[in-house]
């Protein structure tokens, strides 16, 4: 696999895969907060995918780019949100995956669009959820939106889905990758606090109680064990075991990790 980017997702990729599915470039390498803003960032995502659908075209290669499934790209639905239904994405991070998206889908290039929802996993960038809730957690004080939920995926489960995805031929298609248990925030910041032993100062500010569910109806046509080892109430658990002790054992990079 040719991976296009150095950081969260890409270092994840490169671990698992390796020289496996040569035929394949991922583009992990591009916005990866839905706080950004800033035009010339969006910017240089574009003209990167430009770049490698040019080359992707040139050499007949498949196309492995990841979109957003978040509140991002489907804002609160009234159930769970299918890849096949409208969107009217409700910020500048949404729009832009769901342009690039559209450029992918008309490019004439053999494709695969993963939308993705908090992912979880060694390699995170600072800003990431459960980096910022640690840090916050461990220096005293944490910001809670009142109702807010997160659906967290751990990253063993994506690469679970990328593998028998490509190992299938899957392509042509947009496919949610989730979890699809969205997790109170209240309930992830109590669940740190009670494995570090400490209780930080919670300030709240006001939030939507409205919850984004991406479905994963269609992923689990094609992955049919796709996160069947773990019961979804015990889902976060299963994630704070398996990475906390990473975040609370190596506070100096976390401020150090580039790329996606």
């Given at each position: 696999?040719?991976?296009?980017?150095?950081?969260?997702?890409?270092?994840?990729?490169?671990?698992?895969?390796?020289?496996?599915?040569?035929?394949?470039?991922?583009?992990?390498?591009?916005?990866?907060?839905?706080?950004?803003?800033?035009?010339?960032?969006?910017?240089?995502?574009?003209?990167?995918?430009?770049?490698?659908?040019?080359?992707?075209?040139?050499?007949?290669?498949?196309?492995?780019?990841?979109?957003?499934?978040?509140?991002?790209?489907?804002?609160?639905?009234?159930?769970?949100?299918?890849?096949?239904?409208?969107?009217?994405?409700?910020?500048?991070?949404?729009?832009?995956?769901?342009?690039?998206?559209?450029?992918?889908?008309?490019?004439?290039?053999?494709?695969?669009?993963?939308?993705?929802?908090?992912?979880?996993?060694?390699?995170?960038?600072?800003?990431?959820?459960?980096?910022?809730?640690?840090?916050?957690?461990?220096?005293?004080?944490?910001?809670?939106?009142r109702g807010a939920h997160r659906d967290l995926l751990d990253v063993r489960d994506l690469l679970h889905a990328v593998e028998r995805l490509l190992e299938d031929g899957?392509?042509?298609?947009?496919?949610?990758?989730?979890?699809?248990?969205?997790?109170?925030?209240?309930?992830?910041?109590?669940?740190?606090?009670?494995?570090?032993?400490?209780?930080?100062?919670?300030?709240?500010?006001?939030?939507?109680?409205?919850?984004?569910?991406?479905?994963?109806?269609?992923?689990?046509?094609?992955?049919?064990?796709?996160?069947?080892?773990?019961?979804?109430?015990?889902?976060?658990?299963?994630?704070?075991?398996?990475?906390?002790?990473?975040?609370?054992?190596?506070?100096?990079?976390?401020?150090?990790?580039?790329?996606?």
């Amino acid at each position: 696999m040719r991976i296009i980017g150095d950081g969260f997702l890409a270092r994840n990729l490169a671990a698992s895969f390796g020289d496996r599915f040569p035929e394949v470039t991922a583009l992990a390498s591009g916005v990866s907060s839905t706080a950004t803003a800033a035009f010339d960032e969006y910017d240089r995502e574009a003209r990167v995918l430009y770049d490698v659908l040019d080359e992707c075209r040139r050499h007949g290669r498949r196309l492995l780019f990841f979109s957003t499934a978040s509140f991002s790209m489907y804002g609160f639905p009234p159930g769970p949100a299918a890849e096949t239904d409208p969107v009217r994405p409700p910020n500048a991070y949404g729009r832009h995956k769901l342009a690039l998206e559209s450029v992918v889908r008309s490019s004439g290039t053999e494709h695969l669009i993963l939308r993705l929802s908090h992912v979880v996993g060694r390699h995170q960038r600072p800003h990431q959820l459960l980096p910022t809730l640690v840090r916050n957690i461990v220096e005293g004080e944490v910001t809670v939106l009142r109702g807010a939920h997160r659906d967290l995926l751990d990253v063993r489960d994506l690469l679970h889905a990328v593998e028998r995805l490509l190992e299938d031929g899957v392509s042509g298609e947009i496919l949610n990758l989730a979890s699809g248990v969205p997790q109170p925030v209240e309930s992830i910041v109590t669940a740190i606090e009670q494995r570090l032993g400490v209780t930080a100062r919670r300030i709240h500010r006001p939030g939507s109680p409205a919850i984004t569910q991406a479905s994963v109806e269609r992923l689990r046509l094609r992955v049919p064990d796709f996160r069947t080892a773990t019961a979804d109430q015990d889902y976060l658990s299963a994630l704070l075991d398996a990475y906390l002790p990473y975040y609370t054992a190596l506070p100096a990079d976390l401020g150090a990790q580039p790329g996606r």
